[in-house]
């Protein structure tokens, strides 16, 4: 692993087939993202910076050009191996927070521990999980729909943070949030870059982008 | 066990959605397993009520237009079989007794001023006790006159040997009460009387006009050797005789109740399929509602097979619900429907009494149509779950 890019993007397009005709989501992109990294990936609507992102935590693959996640190329694997990649190496955090709402906020963090490594110690794990970040006690056996958006967005955090993934993809983690709130999620974040996190965050907000010590600017699928 | 947990919840999430998709299993199931057991109880009773069994020759005048089922209607055509055929008949019967019988009806007294019409049979007395057993009394006897009355017969009007009835105007004494024959193959005396064949010619005046023969093989080997026989001697210019023999009537009856079996079976199976439609529906919604949500739980590592596993645990545990109440419904509802059934079949019989509606097959319908209902759960279950792991999760997830 040593020396290796956690991400290596090489001449990347994406292209959607629609019925008006093909739309270019990503235009030959290249670029490469190194282990402990915190990069802020801003650019106008529909620019492609969800796709990427998507790209990058293998939620979808490239239609040309290729992707290695930890120098391993995911163009040729199979949809279990794309999924235990996600399940084990890479956290979520979605601007919609996207919590699972039959669950408490325990169970929603120790759903992904599960998945990876069945029953055992899930729950203390999910627990420390939720205690690093900041969630209180009393709301561990809360439903999402009995949370608040900052209280969501903790779970989710912990959530991606559940099996100790490498990298973190955060799309708009604050866009749902008041100010006061995005601070102390954005802090968060920052913390757990600073204990060797990689973290990649699409923002359109240059104070969020702030935290980050690189910043991909991207307009119309290119890199800028 | 997560997974299971899982689709117990999201169940719970829609209870009244699930509880409605379970009572149409339920009807489902009901309707199945307690036609089939309405049908399978039908059926055991005919066997029960059919007395005789496979060593029974019946011979009848030819009807051009019958067949061979001695229920089609068109069958009861008045034609008579003459002396000189029903001593071709003997003669082919080789050693095996021919019993010729003479039927019809006349208006008899009941002694208490009570008056019926009632089938008259008439049979050589020798004949009599091969044929007919007794319940109380004694046979009549060429030279001494007398009736046997048959069993229902005795019971409604209050007849018993020694009782005086009138038939025609003519008096006779009851010598004997039958004892209760049931569905057979050849005569059913239940509510007739029958009287010596020297009387009987004597009342109605005729001698030629015999109904039927009766040929009692006794050894089921020799049953198509007889008919052979019969059939080369009476039918070798043109049909005069149709010959059946009592294991192929009893077929014929059995086909028939068969035949209703898998109707009502037929009626208990589109019910369920209305549930499998509903259960696929229901199925359908949860995950179309569920898009977004799926494609989170992809993304977060959930594989292909595990959202598949949760669907299709959904439609299971409906199901399994489903079909475990309607069992037990259709145990209760099957058997009620059997005793109400048997009722009507067996009405001024004794033929019900002690018949178990509860055994082997009853069961076995219970089990099939449980069966058949988480079967046809999974089934309508599968394709909602198959397409819910088909998502792709960011389309999934974009369906926010």
């Known amino acids: 692993m040593s020396g290796e890019p956690i991400l290596r993007f090489e001449d990347v397009s994406k292209v959607y087939s629609l019925p008006a005709g093909d739309v270019v ?14 990069i802020a990936v801003m650019g106008p609507s529909g620019s492609g910076k969800s796709t990427l992102l998507n790209m990058m935590g293998c939620l979808d693959v490239p239609t040309t050009g290729k992707i290695y996640l930890s120098g391993q190329e995911i163009s040729g694997m199979s949809d279990d191996d794309l999924t235990r990649l996600r399940r084990d190496h890479i956290g979520f955090v979605f601007q919609q927070f996207n919590l699972i709402p039959l669950l408490s906020a325990l169970e929603n963090v120790e759903f992904p521990i599960v998945l990876a490594r069945g029953r055992e110690e899930s729950r203390q794990r999910a627990t420390e999980v939720l205690a690093a970040v900041h969630l209180d006690d009393a709301l561990f ?20 943070l559940a099996n100790d993934p490498d990298l973190i993809l955060c799309d708009e983690p604050t866009g749902n949030l008041d100010t ?3 601070t102390a999620i954005m802090d968060l974040l920052a913390a757990e870059n600073r204990r060797g996190k ?3 965050m699409v923002t359109h907000d240059p104070r969020i982008a702030a935290y980050a010590r690189r ?10 | 066990m997560i997974f299971l947990s899982f689709a117990l919840r999201n169940l719970r999430r ?14 489902g199931v009901a309707a199945i397993a307690s036609l089939g057991i309405l049908g399978g109880s039908i059926n055991l009773l005919v066997a029960n009520l059919i007395s005789d069994v496979g060593d029974t020759i019946v011979i009848t005048p030819h009807t051009a237009i019958g067949g061979t089922f001695a229920g089609d209607p068109r069958t009861a055509v008045d034609a008579t079989l003459s002396s000189r055929e029903v001593d071709d008949i003997r003669r082919a019967a080789g050693p095996y007794r021919a019993i010729p019988v003479l039927q019809g009806a ?3 007294e009941f002694g208490r001023g009570e008056t019926g019409y009632t089938r008259v049979i008439g049979l050589d007395p020798e004949d009599i006790p091969v044929l007919l057993r007794l319940e109380d009394g004694r046979y009549p006897r060429q030279n001494q006159p007398g009736a046997l009355v048959g069993t229902y017969l005795a019971r409604e009007y209050g007849l018993s040997p020694g009782s005086r009835i009138t038939v025609g ?11 209760e024959r049931g569905f057979a193959v050849d005569i059913n005396p239940d509510y007739a009387i029958v009287v010596p064949e020297g009387w009987y010619t004597g009342h109605f005046g005729t001698r030629d006009g015999y109904a039927m023969v009766i040929v009692r093989v006794g050894d089921i080997a020799a049953i198509d050797e007889v008919k052979d026989a019969v059939d080369n001697r009476l039918n070798r210019r043109e049909d005069v005789v149709d010959i059946v023999d009592s294991r192929e009537m009893l077929g014929q009856y059995q086909d028939i109740y068969d035949q209703i079996t898998v109707f009502l079976l037929g009626i208990g199976g589109i019910s369920l399929l209305v549930a499998a439609v509903n259960i696929l529906n229901v199925m359908y919604i949860a995950v179309t509602e569920r898009v977004s949500e799926i494609g989170v739980m992809r993304s977060i590592g959930v594989m292909r097979s595990e959202v598949l596993r949760i669907f299709l645990y959904e439609a299971l545990i409906l199901g399994v619900a489903g079909s475990a109440v309607g069992g037990v419904l259709s145990a209760a509802v099957g058997y009620a429907a059997s005793v109400a059934a048997i009722g009507v079949f067996t009405a001024g019989t004794t033929f019900g009494e002690g018949f178990a509606v509860f055994n082997t097959t009853a069961v076995g319908y219970i089990v099939f149509g449980m069966a058949f209902g988480i079967g046809t759960s999974a089934l309508a279950g599968f394709y909602p779950a198959w397409k819910a792991a088909r998502l792709r999760p960011v389309e999934a997830m974009r369906h926010a």
């Open chain 2, 14 to 27: 829609h209870w009244f959605r699930s509880l409605l998709s379970v009572i149409g299993i339920v009807v």
């Open chain 1, 198 to 200: 990689t973290v990649v």
């Open chain 2, 106 to 108: 006349d208006e008899v």
């Open chain 1, 25 to 38: 989501a990503l235009d030959h992109v290249s670029l490469t993202v190194e282990p402990g990294e915190f």
């Open chain 1, 180 to 182: 006061k709130t995005g």
């Open chain 2, 169 to 179: 105007g003519e008096d006779l004494r009851v010598a004997g009460v039958l004892a």
């Open chain 1, 215 to 224: 910043t991909i600017r991207i307009v119309d699928g290119r890199l800028v």
């Open chain 1, 141 to 160: 056996s809360h439903r999402p729909g009995e949370l608040s958006g900052g209280e969501q967005q903790r779970v989710a955090i912990a959530r991606a």
